[in-house]
């Protein structure tokens, strides 16, 4: 994974979003909270269609977290039925848009019954090329790091590798995002200030945007105004600024 080497960026190349808030917004207007998932989902759709218009590469959501099993059971029933309806009916969309689609995250959470569906959606797209949509389901920034840690150590353990030549590059190679640019843009919407556990490694040069617009009332305009705090960034990546000019 490389850093985007431009300075001000125009477009981001890799878009990755937070996907928060549908709990109060469902709560504000007296609604279970799994009414804000379902709203949430013509929200996800609107950042697909808008990030592939714009000539976004990648667009990773973040839709379900390894902490969020700990919720009720109910609601963690509806997100995997809103997530299983959602695999069947956006595929034959995703293949018209030109769209590939990856899961990233412990698929062995899941049913062998969803794991197939997943496994199928991913085979669908495969040939697709317009933008890459990762979607991070049972996902967690420290399992990706500590699950290629672990494929890592067992290279050293197969003799393939040397302890000393344990790199960075080496690492990213054994994450789930391996292939992937690294994010230009992070959008959290729902008001929290934080990472929650998502892409830990990758968001090393990310240019972070937060929202206090709730999840299911995001609107191309907001994202729009993410793409326009973007495009206004000079990204250094540890360089001066002098340096990044002398450059243009
Ligand atoms: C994000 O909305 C969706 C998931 C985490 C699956 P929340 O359900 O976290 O909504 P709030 O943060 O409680 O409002
Ligand atoms: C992060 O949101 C996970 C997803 C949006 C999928 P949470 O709502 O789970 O995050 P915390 O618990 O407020 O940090
Ligand atoms: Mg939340």
């Known amino acids: 994974m490389t850093p985007f080497p431009v300075n001000t960026a125009g477009t981001p190349r890799h878009v990755a979003i937070i996907m928060d808030g549908n709990g109060r917004w469902a709560r504000s207007r007296m609604l279970p909270r799994t009414e804000g998932h379902r709203q949430g989902v013509n929200s996800a759709r609107m950042a697909v269609r808008y990030c592939a218009e714009q000539g976004v590469r990648v667009l990773t959501l973040f839709a379900f977290s390894s902490e969020n099993w700990r919720r009720p059971r109910q609601e963690v029933g509806t997100l995997m039925d809103l997530f299983i309806g959602s695999i069947g009916r956006e595929v034959p969309e995703l293949v018209e848009k030109g769209i590939r689609l990856r899961f990233i995250g412990d698929r062995a959470a899941f049913s062998s019954k969803l794991q197939k569906r997943m496994a199928d959606a991913e085979e669908r797209t495969r040939e697709n090329q317009r933008m890459d949509l990762v979607v991070a389901v049972s996902y967690g920034g420290r399992w990706d790091i500590a699950h290629a840690a672990a494929a890592v150590a067992e ?94």
């Open 155 to 248: 290279r050293v353990r197969c003799g393939e590798l040397d302890p000393e030549h344990i790199t960075p590059e080496v690492m990213e190679a054994h994450l789930s995002t391996a292939g992937l640019p690294e994010p230009d843009l992070f959008v959290r919407t729902g008001g929290e200030q934080r990472i929650s556990n998502f892409l830990l490694w990758q968001l090393a040069y990310t240019e972070l945007f937060f929202t206090d617009v709730l999840w299911p009332d995001f609107k191309e305009e907001e994202l729009g105004r993410a793409f326009e705090y973007y495009a206004g960034r000079q990204r250094r990546f540890g360089h001066i600024q002098e340096q990044i000019a002398g450059r243009e």
